[in-house]
């Protein structure tokens, strides 16, 4: 892959967006980069939910925004669009498990409803999950929206040229969006991915993560079987190739970071 330099640098004049793919350790990213922003210039999630309701300054001098919000929700609504944009991705076996212990206890959940447009959609996901395994799950007539889920989530997150394209199709545009962004990180290469951001965001303050979130339903001791394994890599196929490209174009990047140690 072409080798661009880094790190990019954040400035005081850009608009971060940190673009939250569901179930990546974004809400402990999150709260990492919003002290660094005065706090009267990060958007609200309520800001972002009434824009009608609040003065255009507001989104006009905004520095921060972070969420789960797709390029059709923020593009329609900001008067002033994001500059500088990050996002996180989780190696996808991971990220499938932790996905469907979520919908387990969220009848809600935003990328249901972000994908779909259908909330009571959601509701009935997460009624057949609640009380079935993962195997079950397989086997429902809806599970395939979460099939995957990063690769489409990344491209609808970062565009709305790209509706009803097949995953194998989304794969390269992905993979273009992704290498264009200033910054991203990877949720199994945590501590390396935040001195990497600290460095973007130039900050002389260390960026500190917190507890990052985990299933709080999903036992300890949780283990697949050989073919449930099988079954979650086939569905997320196209997602395991993206997670592989953003991993060696992320070690590319990081070896670049002054002071890495490149041993």
């Not at 790190?7 to 402990?28: M, N, Q, R, S, Y």
């Not at 996901?125 to 609640?130: A, L, N, P, S």
């Not at 397989?138 to 009803?164: C, M, W």
Request: net charge neutral.
């Amino acid at each position: 892959m072409p080798r661009k330099q880094y790190p990019e640098k954040c400035t005081d004049e850009d608009f971060v967006f940190f673009l939250h793919i569901p179930k990546t350790a974004g809400t402990a990213v999150s709260k990492s980069l919003s002290p660094l922003f005065p706090e009267d210039r990060v958007l609200t999630h309520y800001q972002m939910n009434n824009v009608r309701k609040h003065p255009r300054d507001i989104y006009l001098g905004a520095r921060f925004l972070h969420g789960h919000f797709t390029h059709d929700v923020y593009g329609k609504r900001l008067p002033k669009q994001p500059s500088f944009i990050l996002t996180f991705l989780r190696d996808p076996v991971a990220h499938y498990i932790s996905t469907f212990f979520h919908l387990k206890i969220d009848p809600t959940f935003t990328y249901t409803t972000r994908l779909c447009q259908q909330p009571e959609l959601a509701r009935e996901i997460h009624q057949f999950v609640e009380n079935r395994p993962i195997e079950d799950f397989f086997d429902y007539e809806h599970a395939h929206i979460f099939d995957n889920f990063q690769t489409r989530y990344l491209v609808k997150g970062l565009s709305s040229d790209y509706p009803g394209m097949s995953d194998e199709a989304l794969l390269p545009i992905a993979e273009r969006l992704l290498i264009d962004l200033p910054f991203f990180g990877i949720t199994e290469q945590i501590d390396s991915s935040m001195r990497l951001l600290q460095s973007v965001v130039s900050t002389r303050k260390q960026l500190q993560i917190g507890q990052v979130n985990r299933s709080r339903n999903k036992p300890r001791d949780y283990a697949l079987s050989d073919n449930a394994l099988a079954e979650i890599r086939r569905r997320t196929g196209v997602d395991h190739r993206l997670y592989r490209f953003a991993v060696a174009a992320f070690e590319d990047r990081l070896w670049q970071l002054p002071g890495e140690d490149r041993s």
